[in-house]
């Protein structure tokens, strides 16, 4: 057993004898530890603020760029965005204990199931050190022990918030251990415990697709993930236009770096001449590159449109650029968004409940929006409270993760001595 | 692109073409198909022994013992059973289209969650021919295209089931495309086919330890797995123990050779001197082999007992074993269990209501029965109308897996042009 083995073992198994405490923690408990975590993120704003400035300064020496020192950057006003996200998961309800459903049998045994924590759950993200505080709070919250494995950029701020939380955990009587931030920077330590599936249950990469992708290839675990949003807007015939072009603006440049913005405009012929100059100008406008198929080149009257390849079509751009489609009926649209889209979020704007009806049917996306914006589809803003990401998995779960995402089922069968003939 | 490469790749690809117009098939049809599908059994009742005779002809050629050929056997009474066990899923409940849960946002969108199919399971399994259309069955019922690979061995009946299947599919108006039947016997095509991740929504092995370890080695697609069940019976000390003794007899002999069965007994302390040595008499008048601790050795009066050794605590018999220890507390008897059980289904028996919560809360395992014999762990006893298995996962689905294992869901999102800001 290598060295580094015996340290992700240890770390692993610290964490899973502490699970059991933290499963059975009640509500009360639980929100105990977030709001002693937020008074103590408070009161000790300046060490926290001091080994911020430390990663900083080490950041800048190894040439980290502007962008990057940025997202490391701690202030005043940052740990205070940390101290509210604490309170407000502590104000949702306790995702543990619930009963599912259940039922009787025939035989008289008495069957429910109910919802239970998963164990021990690892999270692995990059720089940004609010990420330590919120997947502390999820997991906390969902009666999960968590490993929690920054950027060893961070590794200074991450050290000072870890122990933050673990004199939280303290102070109302759970264990230390149950939430433990990584302060060893050796990356090879990352294959080790994806390794160690005796351990741990779950595994949750947050950050770009080059981190979630090394998780995939190493993982014994299995692996929560959020890969690609190649989302579409389809302006079907009988759209509203005006609506359709307020949705289609607002889903592609209101914040055009993240998974749910529109990359690709799919339009109707019928619309198409009506629709396409007007929105391709507002568009334009927002400083977005349009790249259209040979239609869209012909309708676009002044506005520059560059022809658009066939890798164009399965690209997920995060950034001012857009491509754009014409097709003869929504038949068209939907084979374009199953083959080359993600499965992530695709809209139709449309007044026609059959074409509505279809689209919800057929596009095979986590997500499907009728007339309103791709962009709403976030933990947030679907009322979940909280979001562990955005599933692009079809197992466990789907689309933007809650709390749900944390929990498992436990069957409870409850009998009077009945045995099997 | 190696040729069983490209034939992995044409299989998975023509199952997913096939996959839509499944999933979009309403439960009618969908019934029907079974219906078609059971008729056709019955009316190439002549052809499919044939097929099968061919099987048990090579078999005994290769020297498949008489067990093995006993399983590979198909005759009227066992096709009959298979035209009953495709009725009884075309009886349940469509697993697909219902509403999860749903609400509206202060904002005015409605959103819910709807269940889908999963789009292509793969299903890959041993010998016995039954399986076949079994699988077939909960797959075409959960709207999923299926492949469906069974053991060389029966590789004639399969393809005589397979040709069955597609008939009864084509005879609705389905693909028959959409249940495939694996007719190439080549062993290198399974991780070929483990491998097509695009294609490919789930693999369910269903076999031995040795097939599942396989699958899940080469696997780069999820697996609904079954591992080991060691299960235990623990006899409180505030138990009836006429009720006691009943169910562990049942628990262990009823049928030992399978998952739910009992492998541990755990007495508690008080109760040990007046219960052990009547129902380990009982046990070995089943034939039952006891290995006990130093306890338990003490207490058998004239029973033999052999010495339990550690292993022994973590080993699933699937045999007319049982290891029995004795432990001084519901604590000693919790951590037992969570630590050498398997976490698939273990048991209390006790008038006690704390002692019955406590267990219910803390022994984490996949289903908890109280007063009941373990081997009631099964989708059919629980209600489910199919058992697709029994998980061992926290993931996804926990347990006995019914229908609903096959399924995922779709967040519908309806507005009025709401964008986001």
Chains 1, 2 share one sequence.
């Not at 396409?276 to 400083?287: N, S």
């Not at 649209?333 to 449309?350: E, L, M, P, Q, V």
Request: aromatic share 4%; with cysteine; hydrophobic share 45%.
């Amino acid at each position: 057993m290598s060295e580094l083995h015996g340290q992700a073992v240890r770390l692993a198994a610290s964490a899973k004898e502490s699970a059991p405490a933290l499963a059975r923690a009640e509500g009360g408990l639980k929100n105990a530890a977030l709001s002693a975590a937020a008074d103590r993120l408070i009161s000790n704003t300046k060490s926290i603020l001091n080994a911020n400035a430390k990663d900083l300064k080490a950041g800048k020496k190894v040439g980290l760029s502007d962008a990057m020192l940025d997202r490391l950057k701690l202030d005043k006003s940052r740990i205070e965005k940390m101290v509210q996200g604490l309170r407000q998961v502590a104000a949702l309800p306790d995702p543990i204990g619930g009963v599912i459903d259940g039922w009787k049998q025939p035989n008289g045994l008495r069957l429910h199931r109910t919802r239970v924590p998963l164990g021990v759950v690892l999270i692995i993200f990059e720089s940004r050190p609010n990420v330590t505080i919120d997947a502390a709070a999820l997991c906390i919250k969902s009666g999960n022990a968590a490993i929690l494995r920054g950027g060893k950029e961070a590794v200074h701020t991450n050290k000072a918030l870890g122990r933050v939380l673990a004199s939280a955990l303290e102070e109302v009587g759970l264990p230390d251990e149950a939430v433990q931030v990584v302060e060893s920077t050796d990356r090879a330590l990352v294959p080790e415990l994806l390794s160690l599936s005796n351990y741990i249950d779950v595994v949750v990469p947050r950050g770009g697709k080059g981190l979630i992708q090394a998780v995939m290839e190493h993982s014994r675990i299995p692996v929560i993930k959020h890969l690609d949003g190649i989302c579409h807007v389809y302006i079907d015939s009988a759209a509203d236009l005006d609506m359709a072009r307020s949705i289609a603006i607002n889903a592609k440049v209101q914040r055009p770096g993240v998974c749910n913005a529109m990359e690709t405009l799919i339009v109707h012929k019928s619309v198409a001449a009506k629709f396409l100059p007007e929105c391709l100008k507002a568009l334009k406008k927002e400083g977005v590159e349009i790249r259209g198929d040979a239609e869209v080149v012909k309708l676009a009257k002044g506005v520059k449109v560059k022809l658009a390849t066939e890798e164009d079509w399965g690209t997920e751009y995060l950034d001012l650029i857009l491509s754009v489609t014409v097709v003869n009926d929504i038949d068209h649209a939907i084979r374009h968004i199953n083959a080359y889209g993600s499965h992530h979020t695709d809209a139709i704007i449309t007044r026609d409940f059959n074409a509505a009806t279809r689209f919800k049917r057929e596009v095979d996306s986590s997500s499907i929006m009728v007339n309103a914006s791709t962009r709403f589809s976030d933990g947030f803003e679907y009322g979940l409270g909280a979001e562990i990401g955005i599933s692009t998995d079809k197992l466990h779960a789907r689309g933007p993760v809650g709390l749900e995402g944390l929990t498992t089922y436990k069957w409870i069968v409850e009998g009077e001595g009945q045995i099997r003939t």
